[in-house]
C-alpha cells in the first residue's frame, strides 16, 4: 500500500494568513491527489483534484502543486470558513489511501 | 443536483451482518464508478473499494482491509448502490459514505452524508 504522511497534523493560523498543507508518499503518485475539506459532522468536499485543478465552485485561494511524491496543498488568504480538517487522497494505486489528516485552528 | 444518500446504519453486535444503501440521483448513474469509504471518528478516511461503471463491465476493486467479508453491489435500475458487510468486528465502527468517480469529474467528487454503524455487544 502508499503510505500517504500528512503534515503538520495541527496548524494554528489567523485570518488573513497564507498555509501550507504537506503530502508526501511513499512512492510516486504520478500527481494522482486529491485534496478535501472536511468540516465537524460533514462529508468530505473536494477542494483540489489530480494536483492542482481547483474544483468548481472553490475560491481560488486554494491552490495545490506537486509531483512525485511530494504535494502541497496552500490556503493563500485564510477566510473564517476555512478552519477544518483536510485530507489528501492518492489514486494512483489500489488501495486509494488518504493521508491523516490536518487540523487548522483559529489562533 | 447530485445527491447520494446513504441508509441503513445502525447498531450491531460482533459477528453480525448488516447492509448499507446509498440512493443516487442528479446524475446518470450508470456512467460512474461508486466507492465506498469509511471514517471511524476522529481518524482519517479509508476507501473500502468501488464498482466500475457500465463501460467496464460493473467490476469490483476491494481494499485488502476488507475483501472476503465486505462485498459492493450496484442496482442500476433504481440508482442504487449498496455495501453488504458480514463478521463485522468492533473496529469496523465508522462513519460510512458513498462517493462517485467518473472519467470527467475525476474521484471521489460527490459524496453522500454518511451513515453511522456501531459494532458493539
Known amino acids: 500500500d502508499i503510505q500517504m504522511t500528512q503534515s503538520p497534523s495541527f496548524l494554528s493560523a489567523s485570518v488573513g494568513d497564507r498555509v501550507t498543507i504537506n503530502c508526501k508518499a511513499s512512492?510516486?503518485?504520478?500527481?494522482?491527489l486529491n485534496w478535501y475539506q472536511q468540516k465537524l459532522g460533514e462529508a468530505p468536499k473536494r477542494l483540489i483534484y489530480n494536483t492542482n485543478n481547483l474544483q468548481t465552485g472553490i475560491p481560488s485561494r486554494f491552490s495545490g502543486s506537486g509531483s512525485g511524491t511530494d504535494y502541497t496543498l496552500t490556503i493563500s488568504s485564510l477566510q473564517p470558513e476555512d478552519f477544518a480538517t483536510y485530507f489528501c487522497l492518492q489514486h494512483n494505486s489500489f488501495p486509494l489511501t488518504f493521508g491523516s489528516g490536518t487540523k487548522l485552528e483559529i489562533k | 443536483e447530485v445527491k447520494l444518500l446513504e441508509s441503513g446504519g445502525g447498531l450491531v453486535q460482533p459477528g453480525g451482518s448488516m447492509r448499507l444503501s446509498c440512493a443516487a440521483s442528479g446524475f446518470t448513474f450508470t456512467d460512474f464508478y461508486m466507492n465506498w469509504i469509511r471514517q471511524p471518528a476522529g481518524k482519517a478516511p479509508e476507501w473500502l473499494g468501488f464498482?466500475?461503471?457500465?463501460?467496464?463491465?460493473?467490476?469490483?476493486e476491494y481494499n485488502p482491509s476488507v475483501k472476503g467479508r465486505f462485498t459492493i453491489s450496484r442496482d442500476n435500475t433504481q440508482n442504487m448502490l449498496y455495501l453488504q458487510m458480514n463478521t463485522l468486528r468492533a473496529e469496523d465502527t465508522a462513519t460510512y459514505y458513498c462517493?462517485?468517480?467518473?472519467?470527467?469529474?475525476?474521484?471521489?467528487?460527490?459524496w453522500g452524508q454518511g451513515a453511522s454503524v456501531t459494532v458493539s455487544s
Open positions: 462517493a462517485r468517480s467518473g472519467s470527467s469529474s475525476g474521484v471521489m467528487d460527490a
Open positions: 512512492q510516486n503518485i504520478n500527481k494522482y
Open positions: 464498482i466500475r461503471n457500465k463501460a467496464n463491465g460493473y467490476t469490483t
